[in-house]
């Protein structure tokens, strides 16, 4: 992992997002859901879960990759839920909230029951799930992965109204646009792997 290229690409979503935040606060962009960046969450959502989860497969299928396939399965799980609780478990879609509500237990029950599989999997073997530890904090998906974090909860301290600005939906939304950029931009780091193996 080179920090160098990590913290450049990290600077220039920053860059990017912090004229798109100047960008939509003057034309006073809706913040609904309804609105273009609740559903440009949603769209980066959908690509981080289908990155996940393409990451998991190859991961698990090859053996290759710069971590293990139970870090790629959680954060598949991860993409899930929060572009389910983000689309109100289709609910914002048209769906009956009852139904939603059966979506998101039936959700829930999956989530849990590929977690303890994957915490099964990862833990039956101590010295392997160790290593395995020992190597995710060393990619560069781990870095991006804290700084979609920071995001996140940046997000939720201006969903709070913790900092006192006018704007605040704006930022609190683009905070979590940002977050959810990282959590993509963290599985597409594993696709270079690819290429390089498709030419040996």
Known sequence: MDLKIVFKYVLSILVFMLCLTVFAEQLSIITSEAGPIEWSQNTILLLALIAWLAVTIRQRKTGSGSFSFVFSGFFSILSYGVLGRELSWLEVLGVSEHIAEIIELASIIFA???????AYIWFKDTDSYKKSLADWFKTSAFFYLLFALF???VGDVFEKKLIPVHEYRLYEEMAELTGYIFLLVAAL?????RFLQRKE
């Open 112 to 118: 849990v029951l590929i977690l303890t599989l994957l």
């Open 189 to 193: 780091c594993e696709w270079p792997l």
């Open 151 to 153: 995001f996140v909860l």
